[in-house]
């Protein structure tokens, strides 16, 4: 394993899997011997400084784009639903526009064989399905995610949101992406295990251990992206998120063991994310 430091700025050598074209990016955060970066960074300031067809998996949480005012139901108060700028409402050109920049740029970084998990809602889950078919990507799966214990709808003007969609991609139609079916059967957890490679996933949300440095307003639980992450990579892989909040992804790939690279243009996100990280022992530990 191989490190490279130049003018005392880090560039980094995963096996050779991922370089940062351009030493003046430093890392927010870096655990060498787990191999596992945080970058404070704009998604799209930098994607390009990654080379092609390095990334064994990417897993996203994009922006929705659903802040518009609106109220939700949370520890039974009436709370708006507005998470920040990052996540303002807007017109459904801008919306796909986003998505299909960061969609291209994740494909040109993704191995051959390497597949990508994308979550949502209604609010932008149907642009982002669209965007992956206009760039060729094969569709593998749409998960639901069904939430055990989901917030009710104070209007009652709709039915309950009790779920999220994952869309889980192959770079290409040619592409013979990870599946590992056996491994699925060790993390059913007396669920019946048929249940665990269904497209419907039956999952409580966040768990208050999960917020002990601060929360994320949309977090996802460790559990849905654990399922995901084992589900499709291998040990030692590395994995991208171009979204990383507060760090869920990276916590649950020092946990099994894959290399993890993530960015945030949030420092008070970031700054939680590196808290759980360095809370978070590896499971050979």
């Known amino acids: 394993m191989r490190y490279y430091i130049t003018n005392d700025l880090d560039i980094f050598d995963f096996d050779l899997q991922l370089k940062i074209a351009e030493s003046s990016i430093s890392p927010f955060y870096y655990d060498i011997e787990n191999k596992i970066k945080l970058y404070s960074l704009d998604t799209f300031s930098f994607l390009p400084s990654i080379p092609d067809n390095c990334v064994d998996l990417i897993f996203a949480d994009p922006p929705y784009f659903l802040s518009s005012g609106g109220i939700t139901c949370s520890n039974g108060k009436r709370v708006s639903v507005?998470?920040?700028?990052?996540?303002?409402?807007?017109?459904?050109?801008?919306?796909?526009?986003?998505?299909?920049?960061?969609?291209?740029?994740?494909?040109?970084?993704?191995?051959?064989?390497?597949?990508?998990?994308?979550?949502?809602?209604?609010?932008?889950?149907?642009?982002?399905?669209?965007?992956?078919?206009?760039?060729?990507?094969?569709?593998?799966?749409?998960?639901?995610?069904?939430?055990?214990?989901?917030?009710?709808?104070?209007?009652?003007?709709?039915?309950?949101?009790?779920?999220?969609?994952?869309?889980?991609?192959?770079?290409?139609?040619?592409?013979?992406?990870?599946?590992?079916?056996?491994?699925?059967?060790?993390?059913?957890?007396?669920?019946?295990?048929k249940s665990v490679w269904r497209d419907i996933w039956k999952m409580p949300s966040v768990d208050h251990s999960e917020k002990a440095f601060g929360r994320h307003p949309t977090q996802k639980p460790e559990g849905v992206i654990k399922r995901a992450i084992l589900a499709s990579s291998n040990p030692g892989d590395l994995v991208f998120d171009p979204f990383c909040g507060s760090g869920t992804t990276g916590v649950v790939c020092k946990k099994q063991n894959r290399k993890f690279v993530g960015i945030d243009n949030n420092i008070e996100y970031l700054n939680i994310a590196k808290k759980r990280l360095v809370s978070t022992n590896n499971r050979n530990n």
């Not at 459904?92 to 994308?118: A, D, Q």
Request: charged letters at 30%; a positive charge; one cysteine or more.
């Open 82 to 193: 507005d998470k920040g700028e990052w996540d303002k409402s807007r017109d459904i050109e801008s919306i796909h526009n986003f998505n299909k920049k960061w969609l291209m740029e994740s494909k040109r970084i993704l191995k051959e064989n390497g597949t990508i998990w994308v979550c949502g809602t209604f609010h932008n889950i149907f642009s982002v399905g669209f965007a992956l078919q206009e760039l060729d990507y094969k569709i593998l799966n749409n998960i639901v995610w069904e939430k055990k214990e989901p917030p009710p709808n104070l209007t009652r003007r709709y039915f309950t949101h009790a779920s999220e969609h994952l869309i889980w991609a192959g770079k290409t139609k040619h592409s013979k992406h990870t599946f590992n079916y056996k491994i699925l059967k060790t993390i059913s957890k007396g669920e019946a295990i």
